[in-house]
């Protein structure tokens, strides 16, 4: 298996999990797939992470996911520990700097604030972790694929996202 990722990854490609959700119900010959947005939870020893409840880093790469987490341990923005990938999306004909901003936008508020410290004693902010319900991170992402993120708000005091209310 390692052998085989390591050949396939010389070429861009890799072996990942099975890739179960798709971004877009229907997929011809002339979608372009440009990537996956990931979910992952910690795996952390650090107590102030470890406790934290519903805690999930979303992320996108172009390329594919097990390459990406596979350092995961030695990076700040997984929180210099493993971490465990609870969900992925094929990404199709999409705009991914819009796609990553747009979902790290809407659950700007509930963006983990913590400092911590890398073992070459550097601190740092992760940015692409949030305190979320993995349920509700995947109504997110399929709004957002459906264009229909804007008419919509996270609560993060009922877990849930909800309709905004209209402006007179």
Not at 16 to 32: A, G, N, R, Y
Not at 41 to 53: P, Q
Not at 55 to 82: C, F, Q, W
Request: net charge negative.
């Amino acid at each position: 298996f390692r052998s085989l990722n390591k050949a396939l990854s010389l070429d861009g490609f890799g072996v990942s999990e099975p890739q179960d959700k798709l971004i877009s119900e229907t997929i011809s010959d002339d979608d372009v797939q440009n990537g996956f947005i990931y979910v992952l939870e910690s795996l952390s020893t650090d107590r102030n992470v470890r406790e934290l409840k519903h805690l999930h880093k979303i992320g996108y790469t172009s390329g594919d996911v097990a390459s990406r987490i596979k350092n995961a341990i030695n990076e700040p923005t997984n929180l210099m520990a493993e971490v465990k990938v609870v969900a992925t999306y094929r990404c199709f004909n999409l705009k991914t700097s819009n796609l990553e901003a747009n979902i790290k936008n809407f659950f700007r508020k509930v963006r983990l604030k913590i400092e911590l410290e890398s073992s070459s004693g550097k601190v740092f902010r992760p940015v692409e972790w949030f305190i979320v319900p993995i349920e509700v991170v995947n109504e997110a992402i399929g709004l957002l694929i459906n264009d229909e993120i804007k008419n919509y708000r996270y609560d993060s005091e009922i877990n849930s996202i909800i309709l905004k209310e209209l402006k007179d």
